[in-house]
């Protein structure tokens, strides 16, 4: 069983300041410090405040990494476990992370601010779902024999590709280096995970519960330092198979150039999107509708890849909308200390990205949208790095507001008149990660969703989901899949091997 949360924020003040932080490398089954002593400042966002120093690992410390994890494949210490111990594995693991969902959701609510209640009522049990699913799916692992010629017989063989590189994004710690290194280790990889600099304290304790669940040492290794230097030293390694990548999309184009001057590895890309939702005058119930687009918009502070930024409101709801949207994003999201269990909105992941934000809103006041509410800091926590929950109508789509990826709080409302006209502006845009359509008549919903260039098309929802679906987008959203039985299948190649009988 898990320690008993705290129940208020004193509650979770006191556990935060007894919780010992994770700050080294982890290689090799330990946490050490950088070669060269480098370190890095890890800062609350919430009040400016450093919380620690962080070891910030370099070129050389990426070397010592891939070399820990290519001797365990090597040695097959991990992949030529028998298949029902490498599950017994996994489920030691994500019992181990199930029973520190306190501790884990306090590391992500301090490194990046996210609101602790929703780190340990999502995140964490998000976390504990993917490792138990993909650990379900070892032996289910198959090859195949095709039908030949009586002389011969012929095999394919599932194999892992290797070591396998991965670069996980800040906005879910922890969840998205889950779902990184759950199906790469799955499939018998050895990983070198390199996380954001932003937010390493969760990946590298998840490290350290691998290997307490049974996990072999150098099997899974987390490099904590900045993406210039030691993702791209991660990117350019030749005994890499694989680099699996979550963040922005320049830089998954800089990735997928390493990969070709070095050792044409397999390059996954999730990257930016910017999701319309698309809300018809049909749709069942205007309520329900506007709570999704609230959620869709404002959850994790818009920290989000596929947050549905863009909504295309059919003129006939448009007035409707906007005074339920305005209501409702009151009621919902109000900025607060993320150690108190009543924030439903934390700061920006630091103050950089917080005055990138504010940039955006600018701009968009200056393209001529109009600003229906919010569009800057929280005047009342002028140390923190907070943005207010933001609504532009009005919005053009040759406007930055609705062709850049703003990464925070801010909600752009696009204006349509025909069933034509949304589709094309949804699909009026570099990204295609998501898309949702809100209506009560199934065969439109049918012809939007086989007319949206999106890799996820939810309809009259947003956001919904479980591990079975494929994740990931279209165009300059990425080139590869999350979860479900499609991610696993990338982490894997095929052997053909033909037995002459004759």
Same mark, same amino acid.
Request: net charge negative; aromatic share 6%.
């Given at each position: ?56 690992? /370099? ?6 990494? *891939? ?25 030691? &693991? ?100 390199? !996380?954001?600099?932003?937010?390493? &304290? ?13 996990? !072999?040492?150098? *099997? &899974?290794?987390? *490099? ?61 119930? #205007? ?6 687009? *609230? ?15 863009? #909504?295309?409101?059919?003129?006939? #709801? ?49 393209? /001529? ?18 943005? #207010?929950?933001?609504? &532009? ?110």
């Amino acid at each position: 069983m898990s320690d008993a949360a705290p129940t208020d924020r004193a509650g979770w003040a006191a556990r935060a300041a007894s919780l010992t932080l994770p700050t080294g490398l982890f290689i090799d089954g330990r946490q050490e410090p950088a070669l060269d002593g480098a370190v890095l400042e890890a800062v609350y966002p919430a009040d400016g405040q450093v919380l620690a120093e962080m070891a910030c690992g /370099g070129a050389a410390d990426i070397d010592r990494a *891939v070399a820990s994890a290519r001797a365990a494949w090597a040695d097959g210490r991990w992949r030529h476990m028998a298949p029902r111990a490498r599950m017994a594995v996994f489920a030691r &693991f994500a019992d181990l992370v199930e029973q520190a969902a306190v501790e884990l959701a306090l590391l992500d609510s301090l490194s990046m601010g996210k609101p602790v209640a929703d780190a340990l009522t999502i995140d964490v049990p998000e976390t504990v779902l993917t490792l138990r699913w993909f650990g379900e799916c070892i032996d289910k692992i198959e090859g195949a024999v095709t039908n030949t010629a009586q002389e011969a017989v012929h095999l394919i063989h599932r194999e892992p590709l290797g070591v396998v590189g991965a670069i996980s994004a800040w906005n879910y710690p922890l969840l998205m280096a889950a779902w990184k290194i759950a199906p790469a280790l799955a499939a018998g990889n050895c990983v070198v995970l390199k !996380p954001s600099e932003r937010s390493a &304290f969760s990946p590298i304790r998840l490290a350290e519960l691998f290997v307490e669940a049974g996990g !072999p040492p150098g *099997v &899974f290794n987390v *490099v904590n330092g900045l993406g210039p230097v030691a993702g791209a030293a991660l990117a350019l390694h030749p005994d890499v198979a694989k680099i699996s990548f979550t963040g922005s999309t320049a830089t998954g184009r800089r990735l997928m150039m390493a990969a070709g001057q070095s050792n044409l590895k397999r390059v996954a890309l999730e990257t930016g999107g910017k999701s319309p939702q698309i809300f018809l005058p049909d749709l069942a119930d #205007l309520d329900t509708a506007v709570d999704a687009a *609230v959620r869709g918009i404002f959850d994790n502070a818009g920290q989000v890849c596929n947050a549905g930024s863009r #909504l295309l409101v059919h003129a006939d #709801l448009h007035e409707d909308f906007v005074r339920a949207f305005t209501r409702r994003a009151a009621e919902l999201y109000r900025p607060g200390d993320p150690l108190d269990p009543t924030t439903s909105l934390g700061p920006m992941v630091c103050r950089a990205h917080q005055q990138g934000v504010l940039a955006r809103i600018a701009d968009g006041v200056a393209e /001529g949208a109009e600003l229906a509410f919010g569009g800057g800091a929280d005047p009342g926590r002028p140390e923190g790095a907070y943005v #207010l929950p933001t609504l &532009f109508t009005g919005v053009a789509s040759g406007m930055s507001l609705a062709q850049e990826e703003i990464f925070g709080p801010v909600a752009s409302l696009l204006r349509f008149e025909t069933e034509d006209e949304a589709v094309r502006l949804a699909n009026e845009s570099i990204y295609g990660l998501a898309a949702s359509v809100w209506t009560a008549d199934l065969k439109r919903a049918h012809r939007l969703v086989k007319a949206l260039e999106a890799g996820v098309v939810w309809v009259n929802c947003f956001g919904d989901g479980d591990m079975t679906q494929p994740f990931g987008g279209y165009k300059q959203s990425g080139n590869t899949r999350d979860k479900s039985l499609e991610c696993l299948d990338g982490y894997l190649q095929s052997k053909s091997v033909w037995i002459s009988l004759s």
